[in-house]
């Protein structure tokens, strides 16, 4: 065994000023049947940090849940909820289809997330059969976000509040919200012109199993934010705006305006958790920042918006003709406007523009705002995208950095304004596609058989498989 020399023979007064040299170490042979030297065992949770780190760069949701299975140690890792945090920084979930009020559609095959799809619409129970009925009518989504729906009573009228329920159908889990209170909702001498109930976008850094619901109301003269909490399990007015502080007046004449895809507070993306809404004004885009509970305005004439908003299929051009479209295809009243996520400081929307005719064109129109006091507020051409032929296409929403479409073929019933068939009993092939604002990539999600609509609410579903969920409520 090596030792060094002897600490007499280098005082430690004369270590600066003379140098020493050591006895060579001994060269001793190692005794033929000595066990090799045991490494030192890590301790447990540093090897847990080391797989963390290498499953956190797994590229697909479908590669992690495979991890997850090959033993129990992985599955405790990947399965912890500060885990799965992290990795959805990373990796945002995939769009894996979307509910409507006949039920969950998932991605079909070839759209990569067509397993998973699967597997989440085998899994969960997406008629609500778990929650309570009810007293009318029957429970229908209107918002989709996390994992949770939230669920309005199916009712005549859209200015009257509704029974509200959020629920999870993954897990099965529910919770009945109360009645907004008379003292915040019926002191005001005027009904609504519109009720809207979203979920709100949820914090980073908030508690996952929490939530909250936010009830848009539009009046004469002003607009009203009412919010319920989870934590609470009450209702507040976290805004009340009127219309003239906003620059802008009552938003419900947009509704006589429908078959222009103007109806009224029913269509919201949310960007940064921003909310933002394309149809009340013609002008303008409404803007509530979730965080702060604030509404603002947005001018939508301007720049470049001025020459798009006279392209085919756009709202000015319409009205400058004075007619409805004399082709009638589903969804044509619906191409609205879309705010997307985009980069740090702006505002990214698409717009759809086509005329409709037999075998037209159709392009999406990329335009930026820069939103803050330093650039230009005017909006700017980015780029144009021109869609796959063959199709008439109308647009369904945004999320997640998503451009969603819906699309009939060319091949389908070709109805015009003096045909004698009722579109009402009419069955068209619709086909849905998700386009990539970051690559531009347009892929098409599934297709389905349906009535013919003027417009429809579908609301997308992002997740990850089952293996790898956690209760939402």
Not at 133 to 138: F, H
Not at 201 to 211: I, R
């Amino acid at each position: 065994m090596y030792r060094p020399s002897s600490p007499s023979h280098t005082p430690a007064s004369n270590t600066h000023s003379q140098t020493h040299s050591l006895t060579p170490p001994q060269t001793l042979a190692a005794h033929p049947h000595s066990p090799p030297a045991a490494m030192p065992t890590p301790a447990p949770h540093f090897v847990d940090e080391i797989l963390e780190e290498i499953f956190l760069r797994l590229r697909t949701p479908a590669a992690l849940a495979r991890a997850s299975i090959a033993c129990p140690r992985f599955r405790r890792i990947i399965t912890e909820r500060s885990f799965l945090r992290r990795f959805r920084k990373r990796h945002p979930p995939p769009v894996l289809g979307f509910a409507d009020e006949d039920g969950f559609h998932p991605a079909q095959a070839p759209h990569p997330s067509a397993p998973l799809a699967r597997a989440l619409a085998d899994a969960a129970d997406f008629t609500y059969s778990f929650v309570p009925k009810p007293s009318k009518g029957r429970w229908i989504p209107c918002d989709v976000r996390d994992g949770r729906v939230l669920l309005e009573e199916d009712k005549p009228g859209w200015n009257k509040f509704s029974n509200l329920a959020v629920c999870d159908p993954l897990f099965r889990r529910y919770q009945l919200l109360p009645p907004i209170p008379e003292g915040l909702a019926g002191d005001r001498k005027e009904r609504p012109h519109e009720i809207v109930p979203i979920l709100a976008p949820t914090l980073d850094d908030g508690d996952e199993m929490s939530f909250k619901v936010i009830c848009f109301g539009a009046y004469e003269t002003n607009l009203v934010a009412f919010v319920f909490s989870s934590l609470t399990g009450q209702w507040g007015i976290a805004a009340s705006p009127s219309l003239s502080s906003l620059g802008t007046t009552s938003p419900h004449a947009s509704r006589n305006l429908s078959w222009l895809g103007c109806r009224g507070l029913s269509c919201f993306d949310n960007v940064h958790r921003c909310l933002y809404s394309a149809s009340p004004w013609m002008d303008k885009l409404l803007m509530l920042d979730t965080r702060t509970m604030e509404f603002s305005t947005i001018n939508d004439r301007s720049g470049y918006h001025m020459q798009l908003r006279l392209l085919p299929g756009q709202s000015d051009e319409v009205l400058a003709r004075n007619d409805m479209p004399c082709r009638k295809r589903p969804g044509q009243t619906r191409s609205l406007p879309r705010i997307v996520v985009g980069r740090e400081g702006a505002l990214e929307m698409f717009s759809l523009v086509g005329d409709h005719n037999p075998n037209g064109s159709f392009d999406l129109y990329h335009t930026s705002q820069q939103n803050n006091r330093e650039a230009s507020e005017e909006w700017q051409l980015e780029n144009i995208i021109p869609l796959p032929g063959q199709y008439d296409y109308f647009t369904l929403g945004a999320a997640e950095g998503f451009l969603f479409l819906g699309a009939t073929t060319e091949d389908q019933l070709d109805i015009d304004e003096d045909s004698p068939v009722w579109l009402s009993r009419t069955d068209w092939d619709v086909d849905y596609f998700s386009l990539d604002v970051r690559t531009s990539e347009l892929a098409k999600v599934c297709r389905r058989r349906r009535r013919f609509f003027h417009y429809e609410d579908v609301h997308w579903y992002f997740g990850f498989p089952p293996s790898l969920s956690s209760p939402s409520i």
